[in-house]
């Protein structure tokens, strides 16, 4: 054995790279389409666009193009020297696609950042206008907005807040409206408006006049598993934040920027945010790349009384923006967000036929491309499966070794449960969406087959 090789096996066994635990995967060799290769050759459907992020999927030309272009001019110019057109454009296309006024962007580079971007805005707002006595952000459980301690505060995740609780100041959470596991007589209008009222209740309990922001997403993500809300809810919600001068954020990290068929979920139900989070989808994986979008009226005073105490190294790199561009482009030319909304129908029909075949199936929900199942032992009781079968990492165990990559989480509304997201790049076609849910149909058979369903 030469030095050099022994070096790379050392390197690569054990492992000098460490993340959330000690499992290893294939290292990857290829990606195409919404397809991986790995370095022997296998194929894997992605799924889930990896965390709900390759959007455009994978190797696009126009997105490398772009990059290579702007690799040839500067991949990295410091905002305090210069500015650079990839941002200023990528500014400016953004705002064109937002309601009127909203149209500040500040660059990031990923969802967490964006998100304490919209909490330290919305502080500093407050402090520029006299109200400096607001500081609570309530927000909904369960919720996730990021690993970083200021996003972890308004995160409703206990497995992932808990162990970090005396380092951070955690905020006020309300239930997320899970209404499909209400067993009462009200009906969905009803249901909607009653966790909306939730938020009311909350903010006398706080008092009105400490509370400065709601943060929520409008189409749940991995923590909740793609949960839309009754359209009742969405309309309360803003009447709410309006009546008490609370701001509303919107994390649309996993949803924003055309997954779920409109370029903000929230256009689902014309719900004007005052700040909103981008990321994922943003440069749909080819870069690092977030946003914080907030309204003008804002962002002025802030600049006003001294500027935005806040920023990285890295916010609007030219690279990142570029390729950020180049994905809004992609979106637009080849209208990917009907595809999303054409394609995450047929999924979701397909969703619900395997719903029809697999009794453990209890609910199969969300919007466009942003789609999820849940497992459960009976749909009468909406109990959830038994922890010991480990449905969340089992099921999605067997898709992967039919190469079938497919997301999950063990949380539901604050309960145990398991939900599993099907999410794939919006360039998915029929013939693609046809053996996902093939594959998928043949991991739950394997699975009901282990578990004794
Ligand atoms: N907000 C939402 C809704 C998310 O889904 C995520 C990531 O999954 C984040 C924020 C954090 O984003 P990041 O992992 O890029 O920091």
Redesign the pocket.
Same mark, same amino acid.
């Not at 580079?109 to 998100?115: C, D, F, Q, R």
């Not at 919720?143 to 970083?148: I, K, M, N, P, R």
């Given at each position: 054995m030469t030095a050099t090789t022994a070096i790379a096996a050392e390197t690569r066994d054990p492992s000098n790279l460490f993340y959330q635990s000690r499992t290893r995967r294939p290292i990857v060799a290829r990606a195409e389409g919404i397809y991986f290769w790995d370095r022997d050759g296998r194929r894997y459907i992605d799924g889930s666009s990896g965390? !709900?992020?390759a959007n455009i999927g994978h190797g696009n030309p126009r997105v490398l193009a772009a990059m290579r272009q702007q690799m040839e001019e500067t991949t990295f110019a410091y905002r305090l020297h210069f500015e650079n057109e990839a941002a200023e454009t990528l500014a400016r296309r953004i705002a064109q696609r937002l309601p009127e006024g909203l149209d500040r962007v500040f660059f990031v $580079? #990923?969802? $967490?950042?964006?998100?304490e971007s919209c909490l330290k805005l919305a502080r500093q707002h407050a402090l520029a206008t006299g109200q400096a006595g607001r500081y609570k952000v309530i927000s909904r459980y369960p $919720?996730?907005? #990021?690993?970083?301690l200021g996003?972890l505060a308004v995160?409703g995740y206990t497995p992932m807040t808990a162990p970090f609780a005396p380092m951070m100041q955690e905020m006020p959470k309300i239930p997320a409206p899970t209404c499909y596991l209400d067993s009462d007589s009200l009906d969905w209008k009803a249901r909607g408006l009653r966790y909306a009222e939730m938020l009311r209740a909350e903010i006398r309990r706080q008092g009105p006049e400490t509370v400065l922001a709601f943060i929520m997403?409008p189409v #749940? #993500?991995?923590?909740t598993g793609a949960l839309v809300a009754p359209d009742s809810y969405y309309a309360r919600i803003r009447e709410i934040c309006d009546e008490y001068g609370i701001l509303l954020i919107l994390?649309?990290? !996993?949803?924003g920027v055309g997954r779920t068929g409109r370029f903000l979920a929230a256009e689902h139900w014309n719900l004007r945010p005052d700040i909103v989070?981008l990321?994922?989808g943003f440069a749909a994986g080819y870069a690092?790349l977030?946003a914080m979008v907030a309204d003008r009226r804002l962002v002025e005073p802030v600049l006003d009384a001294g500027g935005f105490i806040h920023g990285h190294t890295y916010a609007g790199n030219p690279l990142a923006c570029a390729a950020g561009l180049a994905v809004l482009e992609e979106i637009e030319s080849r209208d990917l967000m009907g595809n999303a909304t054409r394609m995450g129908g047929l999924l979701k029909s397909g969703l619900a036929g395997l719903m029809a075949r697999c009794p453990f199936i209890g609910d199969v929900r969300g919007l466009g491309l942003l789609l999820a199942f849940e497992t459960v032992t009976d749909r009468q009781t909406m109990q959830p499966l038994p922890p010991a079968l480990n449905a969340h990492s089992r099921l999605v165990e067997i898709a992967y070794e039919k190469g079938l990559i497919i997301y999950s989480r063990r949380t539901r509304g604050g309960l145990e449960g398991d939900h599993f997201m099907v999410c794939p790049p919006m360039i998915v076609d029929e013939a693609e969406i046809a053996e996902i849910l093939r594959l998928l149909e043949e991991s739950l058979v394997i699975f009901a087959a282990e578990a004794g369903l």
């Open positions: 965390a !709900m992020v $580079s #990923g969802g $967490s950042e964006a998100v $919720s996730y907005h #990021g690993a970083t996003a995160t997403e #749940g #993500g991995a923590s994390d649309e990290v !996993m949803s989070a990321s994922k690092p977030g």
